[in-house]
């Protein structure tokens, strides 16, 4: 007697009262949103653990794990001051002395005299 193929996608929408596939779509969602925002490799996994629980029933634990891929995080240069503490600007370098200007006003805009457009003969 031949037998019969369990259904994968049934028996995940009976685990957890759906919540199982529930949780998997949004994992799913979450792992191609992140793929394309950074042009990164995705991976969602489920596990399922099926142990035996006497006649003809079954303890199955679901377990749906993903890794999406994060954005690199850019470095921070910090220098180091005589005392070796961490400092933000290179203490080497030398201090510009800048100073703001008064404002002189508000700039003046002269506009263009107007051209007439320009006329053209029809021709017969």
């Known amino acids: 007697m031949p037998v019969k193929t369990t259904s994968f996608s049934q028996t995940l929408g009976n685990l957890r009262h759906g919540e199982t596939l529930s949780e998997i779509d949004e994992l ?9 925002d950074t042009g990164k490799v995705s991976k969602v ?3 399922l653990t099926i142990k035996p629980n006497g006649k003809g029933t079954y303890k199955i634990v679901d377990d749906i ?4 891929p994060k954005f690199e995080r850019e470095p921070t240069i910090l220098f180091t001051d005589g005392d070796q ?7 080497r370098q030398q201090k510009l002395k800048l ?3 008064a ?22």
């Open 65 to 68: 794990k993903a890794t999406l």
């Open 99 to 101: 100073e703001q200007i």
């Open 103 to 124: 404002d002189s006003g508000p700039a003046v805009v002269k506009a263009l005299p107007e051209t007439p457009a320009p006329k053209f003969k029809t021709l017969s």
């Open 45 to 47: 996994t489920v596990t």
């Open 85 to 91: 503490q961490l400092v933000r600007e290179d203490p």
């Open 28 to 36: 799913l969602t979450d792992a191609l949103q992140a793929s394309e």
